[in-house]
């Protein structure tokens, strides 16, 4: 029962990881005033930059570097649109996700002569960080895991921190709240707001690597399947606080390995698929809904 249990956990984190990444991504760039939507794009970017880079260079840590560098050139095009030129984030966010989806399909015929799916012999995957399996609790939750995992939920602890304590952190939570008020003060608004979303795309980067060389070892054509704007749900559901953004990614996490529990059983494929969306949706509105009622009682 515990070794179910703590698989599960493990489980649970597995799914929640890429998601957990591109949330960040996208609260850091809302603290700024620029509402991302593109992190499924970015995403896909980074899953297929990681693969390429692993599959050319034998190594899955060169395979992470090239995909977080690749992602943060990647939402170069959003990050000076919206905070240069003032263009309508939304428009260029949807043009990136239709970017991403077309030309990681067209480059996969060009570089491997492939469709639909692409997993070499020989292609490295993320190593896991075996030297914990024989720790109680530890073992069974993070022995399989990669590094990239734990790096994770590190990385919205200390950004969350930031934000809240230090002088960087509050002037960029400025900007967010009165970019007019910000830039009075002497704050480069623009060049903010420009590298905050760069640093995003990185973060998506790390995302597209976790799922395509940790989850699995495999590229394939729309691998994301939606789990960018399930991170675009978590930001709105936690107000682009990125404390609280492990919760949300959570959440998804529990919903997809509750849905595989569920496949093993013999529930439809169909069914478990979408129940993680779902739930996330449905949670989504019912967050709101109290929100609104919320302010509602406040005004009267």
Do not use: K
């Not at 943060?72 to 984030?89: H, K, M, N, T």
């Not at 070892?217 to 682009?240: D, K, P, S, Y």
């Not at 949300?248 to 494929?269: I, V, Y």
């Amino acid at each position: 029962m515990h070794v179910f249990e703590w698989g599960f956990v493990a489980a649970v984190l597995l799914a929640a990881t890429p998601v957990l990444y591109a949330a960040l991504a996208g609260a850091l760039s809302a603290q700024v005033g620029v509402f991302n939507i593109a992190l499924e794009g970015q995403m896909l970017w980074g899953a297929f930059a990681a693969v390429a880079g692993s599959y050319y260079t034998g190594s899955a840590w060169a395979g992470i570097g090239i995909a977080v560098l690749s992602s943060a050139i990647f939402s170069v095009v959003l990050a000076v649109g919206a905070a240069r030129f003032r263009a309508d984030p939304i428009i260029i966010a949807i043009g990136t996700n239709l970017l991403a989806l077309g030309l990681t399909g067209f480059l996969m015929r060009v570089l491997f002569d492939v469709s639909g799916t692409f997993s070499p012999r020989g292609l490295q995957g993320l190593p896991a960080m075996s030297f914990l399996r024989d720790i109680p609790v530890l073992g069974p939750v993070f022995g399989g895991q990669t590094v990239l995992v734990p790096l994770a939920f590190v990385l919205c602890i200390a950004a969350g921190l930031w934000l809240r304590s230090s002088v960087g952190g509050l002037r960029l939570r400025g900007i967010g709240e009165h970019a007019a008020a910000a830039a009075s003060l002497g704050v480069n608004v623009a060049r903010t707001q420009t590298w905050t979303t760069i640093v995003g795309g990185a973060l998506c980067g790390l995302a597209g690597a976790q799922l395509a060389l940790g989850n699995v070892t495999v590229f394939t054509e729309n691998m994301t399947a939606g789990r960018g704007w399930i991170a675009v749900a978590a930001v709105m559901l936690v107000g682009n606080r990125p404390l609280w953004v492990p919760i949300a990614c959570l959440g998804f996490g529990a919903a997809e390995a509750f849905g595989f529990r569920l496949q093993g059983l013999g529930a439809p494929q169909q069914l478990t698929d979408a129940a993680p969306y779902a739930i996330t949706l449905l949670v989504l509105v019912a967050t709101r809904i109290r929100f609104g009622a919320a302010r509602r009682a406040l005004s009267s």
